[in-house]
């Protein structure tokens, strides 16, 4: 594996992919025309005859398409293999799975790492700046060209879940029934912040280079790694980072009193920064991260939540949140059901105890697992689908 792996996946992914060309453009929030366009994408299981089982998963903010087969870069399953596959709770042998990377994405969709045909080099900062509402449209693309009108499910997590929100939103009639976990409505002040020291570790790394660094032959490792670090302590808990490492010393019996990793928790960071900078590029992170802080379902409705969904109320919910997530807590989770209740639109809601924070969402949670098959299998039944897609 080398640094360059991601840049090149940008390109060349290794999955399937559609293109649309020209004269099918992707209509940005900023205006702009986004054209030709590529959706790189994953898909596990069988669509039936009548295509109504077809799950649309929505991935995280540095998540991909790669949900339940072998990372083409790690090497390491899926991040959502506990979840989907033959026998689990996003059955794969009964229902059709899809999860495309987004766009301004680096796994294979137009995204900063890509090929500018205008100029032959990559994007970089001259991509338009994407918002949430740009990836689902890019998604319901995606859908139109595997020609299915209604999605039995749009589930996902965190950013995912933002999208699955916009889904509700933009598109009611195609959603019979949505799942979005461990999210909000709209990214908080201190989400914004987070999200802000991370690009400026990206940006002032000497090789970020204004966001041309590809044409130079390096890449900002370094911010990116501390962004990533940053990052990653939003994803925990401070009751999982107390029983996980408390201030147990890294592979030593003493402090050396020096600047070198002496804990455990330095040490884990480190890696996650470090291996994180193999999959995943710089400025794609600059994107993803800005989609988030735009990402204010209510604006468009007056600053009102609940007309958000005003034509959702034959889309079945279950908002889901962990009561150990600080990044997406459930206060928020809870407005997001209030507004389905004044829209009434028909919804469930289940707060999962968990030490594991925000990333609880992708671990093994056995109440999470019940929860997504008993929702699903309800659904399922309401909507007439077979046991087992043929």
């Excluded at 600047?259 to 193999?278: C, K, M, P």
Aim: net charge negative; with cysteine; charged share 20%.
């Amino acid at each position: 594996m080398t640094a360059n792996t991601a840049l090149r996946e940008a390109d060349d992914p290794r999955s399937l992919q559609v293109r649309f060309s020209e004269d099918q453009p992707l209509q940005m929030d900023s205006g702009a025309l986004l054209a030709p366009l590529t959706i790189a994408y994953q898909t596990y299981g069988t669509l039936n005859a009548d295509k109504s089982n077809a799950v649309l998963i929505c991935h995280a903010l540095t998540g991909d398409q790669h949900v339940a087969n072998i990372h083409p870069v790690t090497g390491k399953p899926g991040w959502w293999a506990a979840m989907v596959g033959p026998g689990r709770p996003i059955d794969t042998d009964r229902y059709f799975v899809i999860c495309s990377n987004v766009v301004g994405g680096c796994m294979g969709s137009t995204g900063p790492a890509s090929v500018n045909p205008a100029t032959g080099k990559p994007y970089g900062l001259e991509m338009p700046v994407v918002t949430i509402r740009d990836m689902v449209r890019a998604q319901a693309m995606l859908i139109d060209h595997l020609g299915i009108d209604t999605l039995f499910c749009v589930a996902g997590g965190s950013m995912g879940g933002m999208q699955v929100l916009q889904w509700a939103a933009s598109y009611p009639e195609r959603v019979f029934s949505a799942l979005p976990v461990a999210t909000a409505a709209r990214h908080s002040a201190q989400n914004i912040a987070f999200h802000e020291v991370g690009r400026q570790a990206v940006m002032a790394d000497p090789d970020w280079r204004g966001g041309a660094y590809a044409e130079f032959g390096v890449r900002p490792v370094k911010g990116l790694a501390v962004a990533r670090m940053a990052a990653h302590i939003t994803y925990l808990s401070e009751g999982a980072l107390q029983r996980k490492f408390g201030r147990k010393l890294q592979d030593r019996d003493s402090r050396t009193f020096s600047f070198d990793a002496d804990f455990q928790i330095e040490n884990y960071l480190r890696h996650q920064g470090s291996s994180f900078v193999d999959r995943f590029d710089a400025n794609s992170y600059l994107y993803v991260t800005r989609a988030c802080d735009y990402f204010d379902l209510s604006a468009d409705y007056d600053g009102k939540l609940a007309h958000a969904f005003q034509n959702a109320v034959k889309t079945r919910f279950c908002v889901v949140s962990f009561n150990s997530d600080w990044l997406y807590t459930t206060a928020e989770a809870r407005a997001i059901v209030h507004a389905l209740n004044a829209a009434t639109a028909p919804v469930s809601f289940v707060e999962i105890a968990s030490d594991k924070g925000h990333d609880a969402f992708l671990l093994d949670e056995p109440d999470f697992m019940s929860t997504t098959r008993g929702f699903l299998e309800a659904a399922a039944k309401a909507r007439g689908l077979r046991e087992r897609a043929p």
